[in-house]
């Protein structure tokens, strides 16, 4: 975990605040503010305590059979001393995530709700970014001229999720990581945009990829930690991450309320549906791997893609941060060989 990082704002500097977030959010607004957001997601499946963590959720008293990303962000809350406010995702994430700011707020965390609203309502999501811009005193010039900044930086990241699917120069596990960490940029755009522009001169020098099997991750990003590992070690080579590509905010407009009103993740399942099936036909996407969470209930949902999508699912579930288990490597070589 960073330090707190001396910034300058108006021309006086000053130790500048971590803010925790439980999903993405409209991290332009917590820029602006003059803070550094943290994506405690990223922050618990990186660290090198991932078990204790969720140990120290369970000791609390959270149950064995609920989300591990749940008890990992509480854990990883109560570890990160730096982190004394959270802005926590009331609709559209994690039904368990109003437990989860109840006991923050117990332990003496400062909660700040932020709700996307289900059917995409423009006046209501322009609400809780204004509402979000007064509790961390921004105005809409500053988060306009952020935007723009972080714009650039995302940029970027669409030209990393490109050399993936049609150059074939960046592998699935790369692709992710970028993606995943324009959540918050890990803390520091300026840094983050020139580690982007460093690994695309990289890879310019790359022979392309041959691997035979073009996959398509949806669903949350997977707790597993080795799983496009394993998928490439069979000849597969994940091309398409639904959720992680959200993150990077991949449709371009200068508009902040509709950029937030076209990520797809946080409303309706048929709303992503759209996006996934565009991205099959344009990237060539040959399979789908569905990943869920253990105990959420997004599981439910794969009745729906099953029903909609007309290529080949394979469906995973992951619980706790580790390898992939015996029994999805058995299944995944069998699809795996039968997609062959």
Known sequence: M??????DRDGVAYLAEKIGLTTTVPVEVIYAGGYIPVDLNNV??????????I?????????????????GIYGTVLSEPEINKV?????????NTHALMETLELAGIEIIPFAFPFDRDRDLLKL?????????????????????????????VWEIDRLTYEENLVSGWENHLFQVSCSDFNGNPT????????????????????????????GVPPIITDIYHYLEERGGRVVFNEVQRQFTMPFSTEDLIEQYRLYTYPYHVFYRLEDVQREIERRNIDMLIHYTQ??????IED?????????????????????????SKMRIDSFLDMMR
Not at 44 to 53: R, W
């Open 294 to 299: 253990s105990f959420c209930f997004r599981q």
């Open 55 to 71: 140990e120290k959720a369970e000791l609390a008293g959270y149950p064995r059979n609920l989300c591990g990303w749940i008890k």
């Open 2 to 7: 960073k330090k707190l990082e001396l910034s």
């Open 87 to 95: 802005i926590a995702v009331t609709q559209g994430d994690c039904s």
């Open 128 to 156: 809780q970014i204004e509402k979000l811009m007064d509790r961390l005193g921004t105005n809409w010039g500053e988060v306009n001229k952020t935007k723009e900044d972080l714009d650039r930086v995302r940029q970027l």
């Open 303 to 327: 009745i729906i893609f099953r029903n909609k999508i007309k290529i080949p699912i394979l469906s995973l579930e992951g619980d706790r941060p580790g390898p992939v288990d015996a029994r």
């Open 191 to 218: 840094v983050f945009a020139e580690e982007a522009k460093a690994f695309i001169e990289q890879v310019q020098e790359r022979t392309p990829f041959e691997n035979e099997i073009r996959i398509g991750f949806i």
């Open 44 to 53: 618990f499946i990186t660290g090198k305590e991932t078990h204790k963590y």
